[in-house]
């Protein structure tokens, strides 16, 4: 493994700003420093970055339309020992930004691939929603229309919170989807233009959400929506019925209320109670 880090170059993923060109680490400084080539979404805005720390490296642009072909090249680079720091205009690459087919093609060349952790919109915009849960998920985009675009937004309601990226000029188109499927009452996070001057996060329904998107202001900058998680669905608890049927065939109502407790997520005391029910 170390002749072939020595023999090839090393692809750093590198994580850059979201807004604030602070926000960039010392680490994620000295690797565009120190590579040989940066491979950006936009020449002109990771130029401006570089530029702020006096960084002099060389860029090359790899975005959406030109992934594919630009790859090839810059894998050759990297298998003759160059290495190469890839970025996207703003936060992580590959995670709803190009980047995905480069590290794809560079593990399968045999390439180190080294991540270089940094800013997230949708780990900052989930950090600032409050919303307990194990876990989220992230939808990134929505198609921009037709059938693919009504499936995904049918796909949302589910057990997690979900997380959304949307341009400002789809934002209340979006909005107004959400509310039609999840219901007004279902609560979200609008974060627009984080960690940029005008930030602003806001935790509130969807039902109020169109009017809080009213002003002026507020329809510039790009937006992360964070959808709360769902409530249990009813034929989670008919299952829990068909579950307590079947276990206390051979098992006390306790056991068998502990059991299903365990297997469907509802409450032991309320399954205790059906159980009990169910034995008389």
Excluded at 87 to 101: E, F, K, Q, R, W
Excluded at 221 to 244: C, K, M, N, T, Y
Aim: with cysteine.
């Amino acid at each position: 493994m170390a002749d072939r880090e020595v023999d090839r170059g090393t692809l750093y993923v590198v994580a850059t700003p979201i807004g604030n060109l602070a926000d960039a680490s010392a680490r994620s400084i000295e690797v565009l420093r120190s590579v040989d080539l940066v491979a950006c979404e936009d020449t002109r805005t990771t130029r401006t970055l570089l530029s702020r720390y006096g960084i002099p490296t060389a860029t090359i642009a790899l975005h959406e339309h030109n992934e594919r072909a630009a790859a090839a090249g810059l894998i050759d680079a990297l298998q003759k020992g160059k290495s190469i720091a890839l970025v996207s205009d703003a936060g992580t690459p590959g995670i709803a930004d190009p980047g995905a087919l480069l590290v794809a093609e560079a593990h399968r060349a045999g390439i180190r691939v080294s991540p270089v952790p940094g800013p997230s919109a949708a780990a900052a915009a989930f950090s600032a929603a409050g919303f307990a849960a194990p876990g989220y998920r992230f939808a990134g985009f929505l198609p921009a229309s037709g059938a693919a675009r009504r499936k995904a937004i049918e796909a949302l309601d589910g057990p997690l919170p979900v997380i959304l990226y949307e341009a400002p000029h789809r934002i209340a188109r979006t909005l107004g989807e959400l509310a039609g499927k999840l219901g007004r009452d279902r609560q979200i996070v609008l974060a627009r233009e984080l960690s940029k001057k005008f930030e602003e996060v806001a935790r509130l329904s969807l039902g109020d959400a169109a009017a809080w998107l009213e002003a002026p202001h507020r329809q510039q900058g790009e937006f992360v929506i964070v959808v709360s998680a769902g409530e249990p669905r009813e034929a989670q608890a008919l299952d829990a019925d068909h579950v307590l049927d079947v276990l206390l065939e051979s098992l006390a109502p306790s056991e068998a209320a502990k059991i299903a407790a365990r297997l469907t997520g509802l409450s032991k005391k309320v399954l205790y109670k059906k159980a009990l029910g169910r034995a008389k």
